[in-house]
Protein backbone atom coordinates (compact mmCIF):
# COMPACT_ATOMS: atom_id res chain seq x y z
CA UNK A 1 0.00 0.00 0.00
CA UNK A 2 1.53 3.77 -0.77
CA UNK A 3 2.18 5.70 1.96
CA UNK A 4 2.98 9.50 1.75
CA UNK A 5 6.78 8.20 1.13
CA UNK A 6 5.89 6.09 -2.18
CA UNK A 7 5.11 7.92 -5.40
CA UNK A 8 1.54 6.65 -6.62
CA UNK A 9 1.96 4.66 -10.00
CA UNK A 10 0.33 6.21 -13.34
CA UNK A 11 -3.22 4.44 -13.26
CA UNK A 12 -3.94 3.01 -16.87
CA UNK A 13 -6.57 5.22 -19.11
CA UNK A 14 -10.23 3.11 -19.38
CA UNK A 15 -10.99 2.05 -22.83
CA UNK A 16 -13.62 5.07 -23.03
CA UNK A 17 -11.04 7.78 -22.67
CA UNK A 18 -8.70 5.68 -25.10
CA UNK A 19 -11.99 5.44 -27.62
CA UNK A 20 -12.48 9.18 -27.08
CA UNK A 21 -9.07 9.83 -28.20
CA UNK A 22 -8.63 8.17 -31.22
CA UNK A 23 -11.90 10.24 -32.49
CA UNK A 24 -10.26 13.16 -31.69
CA UNK A 25 -9.05 14.79 -34.49
CA UNK A 26 -5.38 15.40 -34.41
CA UNK A 27 -4.21 19.53 -35.74
CA UNK A 28 -2.11 20.34 -38.15
CA UNK A 29 0.68 22.78 -37.42
CA UNK A 30 0.82 26.31 -39.20
CA UNK A 31 4.22 25.04 -40.78
CA UNK A 32 2.33 21.68 -42.39
CA UNK A 33 -0.30 23.70 -44.02
CA UNK A 34 1.83 26.72 -45.33
CA UNK A 35 3.78 23.76 -46.65
CA UNK A 36 0.99 22.48 -47.97
CA UNK A 37 -0.52 24.98 -49.23
CA UNK A 38 2.86 26.71 -51.13
CA UNK A 39 3.36 23.41 -52.96
CA UNK A 40 -0.61 23.55 -54.20
CA UNK A 41 -0.20 26.96 -55.33
CA UNK A 42 3.53 26.35 -57.10
CA UNK A 43 2.11 23.32 -58.76
CA UNK A 44 -1.06 24.92 -60.17
CA UNK A 45 1.27 27.61 -61.06
CA UNK A 46 2.92 25.83 -63.55
CA UNK A 47 0.11 26.10 -66.64
CA UNK A 48 -0.19 29.47 -66.18
CA UNK A 49 3.44 30.21 -66.20
CA UNK A 50 3.67 28.04 -69.10
CA UNK A 51 1.16 29.92 -70.94
CA UNK A 52 2.57 33.36 -70.32
CA UNK A 53 5.02 31.75 -72.47
CA UNK A 54 5.06 32.50 -76.43
CA UNK A 55 6.87 29.36 -78.49
CA UNK A 56 9.81 29.81 -80.09
CA UNK A 57 9.29 30.36 -84.07
CA UNK A 58 10.11 27.33 -86.33
CA UNK A 59 11.29 29.55 -88.54
CA UNK A 60 13.54 33.15 -89.24
CA UNK A 61 10.39 35.04 -91.40
CA UNK A 62 12.50 37.80 -92.29
CA UNK A 63 15.42 39.07 -94.54
CA UNK A 64 17.02 41.28 -92.43
CA UNK A 65 19.15 40.30 -89.94
CA UNK A 66 18.97 41.47 -86.72
CA UNK A 67 22.03 41.29 -84.13
CA UNK A 68 22.58 41.57 -80.12
CA UNK A 69 25.70 42.48 -78.46
CA UNK A 70 25.71 41.79 -75.02
CA UNK A 71 28.46 43.12 -73.50
CA UNK A 72 29.10 45.03 -69.95
CA UNK A 73 27.73 47.41 -69.12
CA UNK A 74 25.46 48.12 -71.77
CA UNK A 75 24.18 45.90 -74.95
CA UNK A 76 23.24 46.99 -78.47
CA UNK A 77 21.35 46.06 -81.19
CA UNK A 78 21.21 46.50 -85.35
CA UNK A 79 20.30 45.19 -88.31
CA UNK A 80 21.23 44.70 -91.49
CA UNK A 81 18.99 44.58 -94.54
CA UNK A 82 19.73 42.97 -97.82
CA UNK A 83 20.24 46.22 -99.68
CA UNK A 84 23.42 46.47 -98.40
CA UNK A 85 22.49 49.31 -95.23
CA UNK A 86 23.59 48.68 -91.11
CA UNK A 87 21.35 50.67 -89.15
CA UNK A 88 22.34 51.12 -85.69
CA UNK A 89 19.04 50.19 -83.20
CA UNK A 90 19.90 50.93 -79.77
CA UNK A 91 22.67 51.24 -77.12
CA UNK A 92 20.95 50.01 -73.52
CA UNK A 93 22.89 50.33 -70.12
CA UNK A 94 22.43 47.05 -68.27
CA UNK A 95 20.23 46.68 -65.07
CA UNK A 96 22.70 46.13 -61.43
CA UNK A 97 21.80 42.69 -61.26
CA UNK A 98 22.61 41.78 -65.08
CA UNK A 99 26.15 43.28 -64.47
CA UNK A 100 26.79 41.33 -61.60
CA UNK A 101 25.86 38.17 -63.41
CA UNK A 102 28.52 39.32 -65.84
CA UNK A 103 30.81 40.50 -63.14
CA UNK A 104 30.44 36.92 -62.10
CA UNK A 105 30.67 35.12 -64.93
CA UNK A 106 34.50 36.59 -65.90
CA UNK A 107 35.82 34.86 -62.94
CA UNK A 108 37.82 31.67 -63.27
CA UNK A 109 36.08 30.47 -60.28
CA UNK A 110 33.04 30.12 -61.32
CA UNK A 111 33.80 27.69 -64.66
CA UNK A 112 31.59 24.25 -64.12
CA UNK A 113 30.86 21.22 -66.22
CA UNK A 114 29.03 22.01 -69.18
CA UNK A 115 28.00 20.44 -72.63
CA UNK A 116 29.76 19.25 -74.43
CA UNK A 117 31.46 17.46 -72.71
CA UNK A 118 34.81 15.96 -72.48
CA UNK A 119 34.16 12.46 -71.42
CA UNK A 120 31.33 10.17 -70.27
CA UNK A 121 32.01 11.11 -66.65
CA UNK A 122 31.46 14.71 -66.90
CA UNK A 123 28.58 13.77 -68.38
CA UNK A 124 27.14 12.22 -65.43
CA UNK A 125 28.98 14.29 -63.08
CA UNK A 126 26.65 17.18 -64.54
CA UNK A 127 23.07 15.35 -64.68
CA UNK A 128 21.66 16.78 -61.52
CA UNK A 129 22.54 20.62 -62.90
CA UNK A 130 20.34 19.81 -66.04
CA UNK A 131 18.40 17.91 -64.17
CA UNK A 132 17.45 20.91 -62.31
CA UNK A 133 17.86 23.09 -65.87
CA UNK A 134 14.78 20.80 -67.22
CA UNK A 135 12.94 21.15 -64.36
CA UNK A 136 13.00 25.16 -63.93
CA UNK A 137 12.14 25.08 -67.94
CA UNK A 138 9.20 22.48 -67.48
CA UNK A 139 7.73 24.79 -65.10
CA UNK A 140 7.95 27.63 -67.52
CA UNK A 141 11.13 29.30 -65.63
CA UNK A 142 13.94 30.39 -67.13
CA UNK A 143 16.61 27.28 -66.68
CA UNK A 144 18.65 29.50 -64.15
CA UNK A 145 18.57 32.59 -62.41
CA UNK A 146 21.56 33.96 -64.86
CA UNK A 147 19.90 32.62 -67.70
CA UNK A 148 16.45 34.81 -66.42
CA UNK A 149 18.85 37.92 -66.60
CA UNK A 150 20.25 37.64 -69.62
CA UNK A 151 17.04 36.55 -71.10
CA UNK A 152 15.47 39.92 -69.76
CA UNK A 153 18.66 41.97 -71.33
CA UNK A 154 17.68 40.21 -74.75
CA UNK A 155 13.89 41.06 -74.42
CA UNK A 156 14.75 44.81 -73.94
CA UNK A 157 17.20 44.89 -77.13
CA UNK A 158 14.33 43.04 -78.92
CA UNK A 159 11.30 45.31 -77.72
CA UNK A 160 13.62 48.30 -79.35
CA UNK A 161 14.25 46.47 -82.81
CA UNK A 162 10.60 45.88 -82.97
CA UNK A 163 10.04 49.78 -82.33
CA UNK A 164 12.04 50.68 -84.30
CA UNK A 165 10.08 48.44 -87.16
CA UNK A 166 7.20 49.38 -86.11
CA UNK A 167 5.60 46.85 -84.07
CA UNK A 168 6.78 43.73 -86.18
CA UNK A 169 7.65 40.98 -84.33
CA UNK A 170 11.35 39.27 -85.24
CA UNK A 171 11.70 35.48 -84.82
CA UNK A 172 15.05 35.42 -84.52
CA UNK A 173 18.62 37.13 -84.04
CA UNK A 174 22.52 36.33 -84.03
CA UNK A 175 23.98 37.62 -80.29
CA UNK A 176 27.72 37.91 -79.98
CA UNK A 177 29.81 38.14 -76.19
CA UNK A 178 32.66 38.76 -74.93
CA UNK A 179 35.12 35.81 -74.31
CA UNK A 180 34.09 35.06 -70.56
CA UNK A 181 35.29 32.06 -68.10
CA UNK A 182 31.93 30.80 -67.58
CA UNK A 183 29.26 31.79 -69.98
CA UNK A 184 28.61 29.28 -71.97
CA UNK A 185 26.55 28.16 -75.37
CA UNK A 186 23.64 26.29 -72.46
CA UNK A 187 22.97 29.74 -70.85
CA UNK A 188 22.77 32.13 -74.36
CA UNK A 189 20.18 29.16 -75.84
CA UNK A 190 18.52 28.96 -72.77
CA UNK A 191 17.75 32.48 -72.65
CA UNK A 192 17.02 32.71 -75.80
CA UNK A 193 14.30 29.78 -75.65
CA UNK A 194 13.02 31.90 -72.73
CA UNK A 195 12.56 35.10 -74.73
CA UNK A 196 11.06 33.06 -77.51
CA UNK A 197 13.57 33.90 -80.06
CA UNK A 198 15.77 31.28 -82.65
CA UNK A 199 18.86 31.64 -81.39
CA UNK A 200 21.05 31.51 -84.82
CA UNK A 201 24.27 30.89 -84.07
CA UNK A 202 23.62 27.45 -83.98
CA UNK A 203 22.37 24.22 -85.55
CA UNK A 204 20.34 23.96 -88.18
CA UNK A 205 21.29 27.65 -89.48
CA UNK A 206 24.91 28.09 -88.02
CA UNK A 207 27.72 25.32 -86.67
CA UNK A 208 30.04 26.59 -83.96
CA UNK A 209 27.12 27.55 -80.95
CA UNK A 210 28.94 31.00 -80.23
CA UNK A 211 29.99 33.97 -82.25
CA UNK A 212 32.11 35.68 -79.86
CA UNK A 213 32.86 39.24 -80.71
CA UNK A 214 36.39 39.22 -81.63
CA UNK A 215 34.94 37.73 -84.91
CA UNK A 216 31.83 40.22 -85.03
CA UNK A 217 33.72 42.92 -85.05
CA UNK A 218 36.17 41.54 -87.91
CA UNK A 219 32.59 41.18 -89.95
CA UNK A 220 31.59 44.46 -88.73
CA UNK A 221 34.49 46.41 -89.83
CA UNK A 222 34.06 44.73 -93.32
CA UNK A 223 36.23 41.63 -93.38
CA UNK A 224 35.97 37.83 -93.95
CA UNK A 225 32.61 39.01 -95.95
CA UNK A 226 31.76 37.67 -100.06
CA UNK A 227 30.60 40.34 -102.07
CA UNK A 228 27.07 38.71 -103.05
CA UNK A 229 25.98 36.75 -100.20
CA UNK A 230 22.91 35.76 -102.78
CA UNK A 231 25.75 33.83 -105.48
CA UNK A 232 26.60 30.91 -103.48
CA UNK A 233 28.96 29.61 -106.41
CA UNK A 234 30.73 32.86 -106.53
CA UNK A 235 31.07 33.10 -102.64
CA UNK A 236 32.72 29.51 -102.50
CA UNK A 237 35.06 31.23 -104.95
CA UNK A 238 35.99 34.06 -102.92
CA UNK A 239 36.57 31.95 -100.23
CA UNK A 240 38.97 29.84 -101.52
CA UNK A 241 40.53 33.51 -103.50
CA UNK A 242 39.51 36.48 -101.62
CA UNK A 243 40.35 39.45 -103.48
CA UNK A 244 41.07 41.98 -100.57
CA UNK A 245 42.61 39.56 -98.21
CA UNK A 246 44.64 37.15 -96.69
CA UNK A 247 42.64 33.17 -96.39
CA UNK A 248 43.69 32.94 -92.87
CA UNK A 249 45.08 35.99 -90.66
CA UNK A 250 45.67 36.53 -87.38
CA UNK A 251 43.78 39.64 -85.00
CA UNK A 252 44.23 41.04 -82.09
CA UNK A 253 40.89 42.71 -80.42
CA UNK A 254 40.76 44.78 -77.79
CA UNK A 255 37.18 46.59 -76.16
CA UNK A 256 37.45 49.38 -73.77
CA UNK A 257 34.44 50.16 -72.04
CA UNK A 258 33.12 51.89 -68.24
CA UNK A 259 33.48 47.87 -66.91
CA UNK A 260 35.63 45.98 -68.74
CA UNK A 261 38.63 45.61 -71.06
CA UNK A 262 39.18 42.64 -72.88
CA UNK A 263 42.12 41.09 -75.37
CA UNK A 264 41.87 38.42 -77.61
CA UNK A 265 44.23 37.09 -79.80
CA UNK A 266 42.60 34.58 -82.63
CA UNK A 267 42.75 34.23 -85.82
CA UNK A 268 40.20 35.36 -88.76
CA UNK A 269 39.73 34.95 -92.25
CA UNK A 270 36.59 33.96 -94.89
CA UNK A 271 34.44 32.17 -92.73
CA UNK A 272 31.46 33.62 -94.41
CA UNK A 273 29.45 31.31 -92.37
CA UNK A 274 31.21 29.73 -89.44
CA UNK A 275 32.30 31.30 -85.79
CA UNK A 276 35.79 31.25 -85.67
CA UNK A 277 37.49 29.29 -82.56
CA UNK A 278 39.02 32.12 -79.98
CA UNK A 279 42.67 31.97 -78.95
CA UNK A 280 44.21 33.39 -75.82
CA UNK A 281 42.09 36.05 -74.01
CA UNK A 282 41.73 38.26 -71.59
CA UNK A 283 38.68 40.06 -69.79
CA UNK A 284 39.01 42.18 -66.71
CA UNK A 285 36.23 44.02 -64.72
CA UNK A 286 38.70 45.84 -62.64
CA UNK A 287 40.72 47.36 -65.63
CA UNK A 288 37.35 49.31 -67.38
CA UNK A 289 37.32 53.06 -67.42
CA UNK A 290 35.34 53.60 -64.31
CA UNK A 291 38.39 51.50 -62.61
CA UNK A 292 40.67 54.36 -63.35
CA UNK A 293 40.78 56.56 -60.18
CA UNK A 294 40.75 53.57 -57.79
CA UNK A 295 44.22 53.06 -57.97
CA UNK A 296 46.75 55.18 -55.64
CA UNK A 297 48.20 56.36 -59.04
CA UNK A 298 46.44 56.17 -62.08
CA UNK A 299 49.90 55.07 -63.81
CA UNK A 300 49.59 52.02 -62.20
CA UNK A 301 46.01 51.28 -63.44
CA UNK A 302 47.73 52.50 -67.17
CA UNK A 303 50.66 50.07 -66.47
CA UNK A 304 47.93 47.33 -66.11
CA UNK A 305 46.18 48.27 -68.68
CA UNK A 306 48.90 47.97 -70.99
CA UNK A 307 50.07 44.48 -69.44
CA UNK A 308 46.62 43.04 -70.24
CA UNK A 309 46.12 44.17 -73.90
CA UNK A 310 49.19 42.60 -74.49
CA UNK A 311 49.60 39.31 -72.64
CA UNK A 312 47.23 37.54 -74.91
CA UNK A 313 49.97 38.37 -77.97
CA UNK A 314 52.54 36.50 -75.70
CA UNK A 315 50.54 33.93 -74.84
CA UNK A 316 49.84 32.55 -78.57
CA UNK A 317 53.92 33.20 -79.11
CA UNK A 318 54.79 31.17 -76.58
CA UNK A 319 56.08 28.30 -78.58
CA UNK A 320 56.20 29.22 -82.09
CA UNK A 321 56.45 32.95 -83.69
CA UNK A 322 53.23 34.07 -85.29
CA UNK A 323 52.32 37.74 -87.03
CA UNK A 324 49.47 40.00 -85.75
CA UNK A 325 48.06 41.14 -88.77
CA UNK A 326 45.31 43.69 -87.56
CA UNK A 327 44.30 45.29 -84.45
CA UNK A 328 40.58 46.04 -84.12
CA UNK A 329 39.23 48.01 -81.25
CA UNK A 330 35.55 48.25 -80.22
CA UNK A 331 33.61 49.32 -76.86
CA UNK A 332 32.33 52.95 -75.80
CA UNK A 333 35.64 53.82 -74.87
CA UNK A 334 37.90 52.38 -77.57
CA UNK A 335 38.73 56.11 -78.96
CA UNK A 336 39.87 57.40 -75.54
CA UNK A 337 42.98 59.53 -76.18
CA UNK A 338 44.84 58.34 -73.27
CA UNK A 339 43.88 54.84 -73.95
CA UNK A 340 44.55 55.48 -77.59
CA UNK A 341 48.21 56.11 -76.62
CA UNK A 342 48.80 53.10 -74.19
CA UNK A 343 47.30 50.54 -76.68
CA UNK A 344 50.00 52.07 -79.60
CA UNK A 345 52.89 51.77 -76.99
CA UNK A 346 51.85 47.97 -75.80
CA UNK A 347 51.57 47.23 -79.73
CA UNK A 348 54.75 48.60 -81.01
CA UNK A 349 56.19 47.28 -78.00
CA UNK A 350 56.03 43.76 -78.93
CA UNK A 351 54.49 43.92 -82.09
CA UNK A 352 57.46 44.77 -85.33
CA UNK A 353 55.77 44.51 -87.82
CA UNK A 354 53.00 47.39 -86.13
CA UNK A 355 49.97 45.89 -87.83
CA UNK A 356 46.95 48.79 -88.70
CA UNK A 357 44.32 49.42 -86.52
CA UNK A 358 40.40 49.51 -87.30
CA UNK A 359 38.18 50.66 -84.90
CA UNK A 360 35.24 51.37 -87.32
CA UNK A 361 31.97 52.25 -85.24
CA UNK A 362 33.34 50.88 -82.35
CA UNK A 363 30.28 51.01 -79.96
CA UNK A 364 27.82 48.95 -82.43
CA UNK A 365 30.68 46.88 -84.70
CA UNK A 366 29.81 44.20 -82.64
CA UNK A 367 26.34 44.21 -83.18
CA UNK A 368 26.57 45.43 -86.36
CA UNK A 369 28.59 42.32 -87.61
CA UNK A 370 25.90 39.75 -85.90
CA UNK A 371 23.71 41.58 -87.57
CA UNK A 372 25.22 41.11 -91.09
CA UNK A 373 25.94 37.26 -89.86
CA UNK A 374 22.33 36.62 -89.20
CA UNK A 375 21.69 37.62 -92.58
CA UNK A 376 23.85 35.78 -94.47
CA UNK A 377 23.58 33.05 -92.32
CA UNK A 378 19.48 31.83 -92.35
CA UNK A 379 19.41 33.69 -96.09
CA UNK A 380 21.71 30.17 -97.20
CA UNK A 381 19.79 27.87 -94.87
CA UNK A 382 16.31 28.84 -96.49
CA UNK A 383 18.33 28.73 -99.94
CA UNK A 384 19.78 26.06 -99.71
CA UNK A 385 19.87 23.85 -96.56
CA UNK A 386 16.08 23.97 -96.44
CA UNK A 387 15.17 23.10 -99.86
CA UNK A 388 17.92 20.22 -99.59
CA UNK A 389 15.83 19.04 -96.66
CA UNK A 390 12.45 19.23 -98.04
CA UNK A 391 13.16 18.07 -101.62
CA UNK A 392 12.70 20.61 -103.73
Known amino acids: MANDQTPLLPQPKSPQVLSQQARRPRRLGWKTLSIATLVTFSISAIPFLRSRQAPVPDVVDHDFGVGFDLTFPYGTAAISYPNGSIVNIVKTDASASYQEVLTRLSLDSSRHLHPPYNSLDDYFHDRPRQLARAARKAAGL????????????????????????????????????????????????????????????????????????????????????????????????????????????????????????????ASEGM??????????????????????????????????????????????????????????????????????????????????????????????SSARGAAEMAKRVHWSYNHTTATVESGT
Open 142 to 265: PATSDVGELAKFILSLRSSVETHLGGRKISGAAVTIPLLAALYQEDLEDAFEYASLIYIPHYPYWSGGLFYETGAVYVGNGFGLCSNYTDPVACDHERKNPPHQPVNENVLSVSYTRGLLTSTW
Open 271 to 364: WFSWPAPEGPALADVDLGWDKRDENPNEEYYWAAVRDAIITPVLEANKYIRRETNKVLLHGEYALNERFQHVLREAVEGVLPNKPEIFALDPVY
